[in-house]
């Protein structure tokens, strides 16, 4: 049994060198880097206050802003680096019926990716001012509402 185990043992070292000395490493070169690129979900949700209960969809829904909002579906949503380079854009997508008997939302949404390789971000949703962010504060969400003046406000 020693004999077997020490045949293993004798047999691995010389795998493991065999390995090392075809590696780059050992040949004197270095290894080439694969750059491996920083990618940050941009996610975020607005609601959009129906004018009232009565003419909103039931709770739970699919559902549309309604005519007078700023927000519409197929809205872009664009995301700004540090130096003012688009790094990418999106869609506002389907909406859900949100809220209670008094006042219902259509909730809609947008989620895409863009290099994440600045510290400041901005994100300019529709024709609406563009918001400034740091990549920790995209991290953390992006939640909105639609107030009746047609200004996104943080939720």
């Keep these: 049994m020693r004999t077997m185990w020490a045949c293993g043992a004798v047999l691995s070292v010389v795998v493991l060198a065999g390995c090392a000395g075809t590696s780059e490493e050992a040949k004197g070169a270095s290894p080439a880097a694969t750059p491996s690129p920083v990618m940050l979900s941009i996610s975020g949700g607005i609601d959009v206050i129906f004018p009232s209960a009565d003419a ?6 699919p559902c549309t802003p309604h005519p007078g909002a700023k927000t519409q579906l197929g809205q872009e949503v664009r995301v700004l680096d540090d130096q003012g380079t688009v790094i990418g854009t999106g869609k506002i997508d389907g909406g859900m019926t949100q809220g209670h ?5 259509c909730s809609v949404g947008f989620s895409f990716k863009v290099p994440g390789t600045s510290e400041n971000y901005q994100l300019i949703i529709g024709d609406f001012a563009p918001l ?14 639609e107030t009746a003046e047609g200004v996104l406000d943080i939720q």
């Design 101 to 105: 008997a008094v006042m219902k939302t």
């Design 56 to 61: 909103a969809p039931e709770l739970s829904t």
């Design 132 to 145: 400034n962010y740091t990549r920790e504060g995209i991290r953390r969400g992006l939640s909105y509402y």
